[in-house]
């Protein structure tokens, strides 16, 4: 564990998976929640080392000063502190969730920072797309078969028309099997800074048409990758945030959700380890 300075002073935390030589893949968690959900991405340290900060406020960097911080268009200047502090000239980003709004942005703001660009079941606020609940619910009923499903689906319903708020209820749909290791990796999870997760899309932290406009114009790779049976990003709206890049490819994980580098680890590590190849 080490630690660098955000442009305001605010200390931040950074976890590095792996050993060797060559530049670290810096690694955008979501949430924000503490960065050890990542883990080593299913042993994607093992094809290349991995540089993963505590977004201000989680895990063990500190609480700012100013709340207003938390925004998602203020975090993007801690990873643009990150990549100086490391030295480098221009990094491979990737973003998970809500981390990918933020990696997202790092690329409109700072495009000749970057070579590549994955996004991992990427959150897409900032770019304006929404997900209706009529997607949600489509992408829900691929899991029909599963014992968890009438409690699961019933509580989705009630959030989606807004009736409900039993969150935890619909967690096996985020994962592509709902067993011990995917409880545990839920339980371990979950936002404990609730004023940083408040915060972070306030009034304020997207532009999605002035962000639109700059990745129109980004011409690095991009690899888009999300689960098939992913409630938080489905395949088409994915498909639909590809669209806004000059040079993105989409990938479909079959039988994954939120965090495929758990469902299938092989399957994960060698398609965005190819795409992250050293060069």
């Excluded at 093992?46 to 063990?60: H, I």
């Excluded at 691929?142 to 968890?148: A, C, T």
Aim: with cysteine; hydrophobic share 40%; aromatic share 8%.
């Amino acid at each position: 564990m080490s630690t660098y300075f955000a442009p305001d002073g605010t200390r931040l935390a950074l976890r590095v998976h792996g050993e060797g030589d060559g530049d670290p893949v810096v690694c955008v968690p979501g949430g924000p929640t503490d960065s050890r959900y990542l883990s080593d991405l299913g042993g994607l340290s093992g094809r290349r080392r991995l540089a993963v900060p505590d977004l201000r406020g989680t895990g063990r960097s500190a609480i700012p000063d100013d709340p207003a911080s938390y925004r998602c268009d203020r975090l993007v200047d801690d990873i643009e502190a990150l990549r100086v502090h490391l030295g480098l000239d221009r990094i491979d980003l990737l973003g998970h969730s809500a981390g990918a709004n933020i990696a997202t942005q790092y690329a409109a703001r700072h495009p000749h920072r970057l070579r590549r660009l994955a996004l991992i079941g990427p959150g897409t606020r900032a770019v304006g797309l929404d997900i209706t609940g009529q997607t949600r619910r489509r992408t829900a009923r691929l899991r029909e078969g599963e014992p968890w499903f009438p409690t699961a689906f019933a509580a989705l319903e009630a959030i989606t028309e807004g009736t409900g708020t039993d969150w935890d209820a619909i967690s096996p749909f985020f994962y592509g099997r709902w067993d011990t290791a995917a409880q545990r990796h839920h339980a371990d999870s979950r936002p404990a800074n609730t004023e940083a997760v408040a915060r972070f899309g306030e009034e304020g932290a997207f532009d999605p048409p002035a962000t639109r406009a700059a990745l129109a114009r980004f011409t690095a790779p991009v690899l888009l990758l999300t689960g098939e049976f992913d409630l938080n990003s489905p395949p088409e709206v994915v498909a639909g945030l590809a669209a806004l890049f000059p040079d993105a490819k989409p990938v479909v994980q079959s039988e994954a959700g939120h965090y495929p580098w758990l469902d299938d680890p092989e399957r994960f590590v060698t398609v965005t380890g190819d795409f992250l190849r050293r060069t």
